[in-house]
């Protein structure tokens, strides 16, 4: 069976405040491996969920 949730706006986008202020430019591509990836993947997420929100 399908369970479907609303989550409330202003909850999502506390959400990509939080994470985009996780985020640090130099971090991405930076000499950090661990944090380059986790930036990048961070951002896509990022990207991700503001599309969704949109449509």
Do not use: Y
């Amino acid at each position: 069976m399908h369970l479907e949730r609303s989550v409330p706006m202003h909850l999502l986008t506390d959400l990509l405040e939080r994470w985009k202020s996780s985020i640090h430019v130099e971090d991405i591509g930076g000499e950090n491996e661990r944090e380059s990836v986790r930036a990048f993947t961070l951002q896509k997420c990022i990207e991700e969920l503001e599309s969704a929100i949109q449509k």
